[in-house]
C-alpha cells in the first residue's frame, strides 16, 4: 500500500491506511494537526491553505460524524466540497465506481474522500485515478479507518502525553471493526507498552495476537490496570449470524459501567469512535461521566483531517 499512498520522496500523496507507515510520519501528522487546533478555535475559523482546490465527500454508506468533519475540516482550509451520498446517487442506476471517477475528474476535482462497504476501495481509486488527485480514505470495510485512528491517537497524546508507557484496551467487536485495525497498527507502530484486544470469542479475529497485541476475554483481566480504554460499538448491521446471546446479555459481560470502570487505572480515559450504543458497549453514566473523552475526539478530528487534508495535497511540510 505504501508504494501508492508515498510519493517518491515519502511524503503522503494518498492517506489510505496506517499498516506500514513510519512512526515519524504519524507523529508528524499529530504535529501537524496540532498547529490546525487553534485555528478551529478561532472566532474567525479559516486558514487560506487550499484555497481553490474542489474537494469530494464520496459516501457509499452512511456517516454523520466522519462526513461532517471531514466537510467541516475541508472548510476551514478554505476549500470548496462537494457531497454524495451514493445510495442515492448514479452507482445505484448501475455507473460504475470507475466511470464515476472520470466523471469527478473532468470536473477538475483535486482530492476524493472516500467511505466504502469494501474493503480496499480506497486503494482500488487511488490505483486508477489521475495522478494530480489525492484519495483519502473514510473507512473501507471491515481493513482501514486511518484518520479515525490519528484522531484517537491525537487524543491520546493529548491526555497522557508519551505513548511509550501506557497500555491500551480495545473492548469490543473487532471482528467487524476497521477502526480497531488502523488503532492497533497505529498504536504498535508508535511503541505503546502494551494493546490489548477485549471481547468474546465470537468477535475476535483468529490469529490477532500475531499483531503483537494480547487477547482477553473477560473485562475484569482484560481492563486491569489500563490508562486508555477504547470502546467499540456492536456493529450488528455486518453481522451476518448471531454473533452474541443477545444486547442485554452483552452488555452485562462486556458492557462498560461505573462498576466496570473501577478495573482500570485511575486515571484511564475512555474513547469511542460513535456512534455509541447506550446500555450495549457503554452505560451512560461513563458515556457522559468526567472519564470520557468521546466529544474531544469528535473535535480533535477536524484537526486531523485538516493536517492529512494539507499534506496529502503537498501544501504544508512541517
Ligand atoms: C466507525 C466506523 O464507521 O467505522 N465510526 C466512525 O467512523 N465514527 C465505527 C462504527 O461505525 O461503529
Known amino acids: 500500500m505504501n508504494s501508492i499512498q508515498l510519493d517518491r520522496h515519502g511524503r503522503l500523496k494518498h492517506f489510505l491506511g496506517i499498516e506500514g507507515l513510519s512512526r515519524t510520519l504519524l507523529l508528524e501528522i499529530l504535529d501537524t494537526a496540532s498547529s490546525f487546533l487553534s485555528v478551529d478555535a478561532q472566532s474567525v475559523k479559516k486558514v487560506p491553505l487550499l484555497r481553490g482546490k474542489t474537494i469530494v465527500n464520496l459516501f457509499f454508506e452512511p456517516s454523520t460524524r466522519t462526513r461532517t468533519t471531514f466537510e467541516l475540516a475541508a472548510k476551514r482550509l478554505s476549500a470548496d466540497v462537494l457531497n454524495f451520498n451514493i445510495s ?15 466523471n469527478l475528474e473532468a470536473m477538475h476535482c483535486d482530492m476524493f474522500v472516500v467511505r466504502h462497504e469494501a474493503g480496499g476501495a480506497a486503494l482500488f481509486m487511488a490505483q486508477h485515478v489521475a495522478p494530480h488527485i489525492s484519495i483519502i480514505n473514510a473507512g473501507d470495510g471491515r481493513h482501514e479507518h486511518p484518520t479515525q485512528a490519528m484522531l484517537d491517537m491525537y487524543t491520546i ?32 507502530t508508535l511503541g505503546v507498552n502494551e494493546v490489548r484486544v477485549v471481547g468474546p470469542k465470537t468477535l475476535i479475529p483468529t490469529g490477532i495476537e500475531e499483531l503483537g497485541i494480547k487477547v482477553f476475554h473477560r473485562l475484569k483481566t ?25 444486547a442485554h446479555e452483552y452488555f452485562q459481560y462486556y458492557g462498560l459501567t461505573e462498576e466496570t470502570l473501577k478495573i482500570a487505572h485511575p486515571d484511564a ?6 456512534p455509541i450504543n447506550r446500555g450495549v458497549e457503554i452505560d451512560s453514566c461513563v458515556a457522559d461521566g468526567p472519564r470520557s473523552v468521546i466529544l474531544p475526539q469528535v473535535t480533535n478530528g477536524i484537526a486531523v483531517r485538516m493536517a492529512v487534508m494539507a499534506m496529502t495535497l503537498g501544501v504544508v511540510t512541517i
Open 269 to 274: 480515559i475512555v474513547m469511542h469512535p460513535g
Open 88 to 102: 442515492t446517487s448514479s452507482t445505484s442506476k448501475g455507473e460504475t465506481l470507475i466511470d464515476m471517477l472520470r
Open 222 to 246: 482484560g481492563l486491569a490496570d489500563v490508562d486508555v480504554i477504547i470502546m467499540l460499538r456492536l456493529q450488528r448491521e455486518r453481522m451476518e449470524n448471531a454473533l452474541i446471546p443477545s
Open 157 to 188: 497524546r493529548h491526555y497522557k502525553g508519551d505513548f511509550a508507557p501506557l497500555k491500551v484496551a480495545i473492548v469490543g467487536d473487532l471482528l467487524h471493526s476497521r477502526v480497531a485495525r488502523s488503532n492497533i497498527y497505529a498504536l504498535t
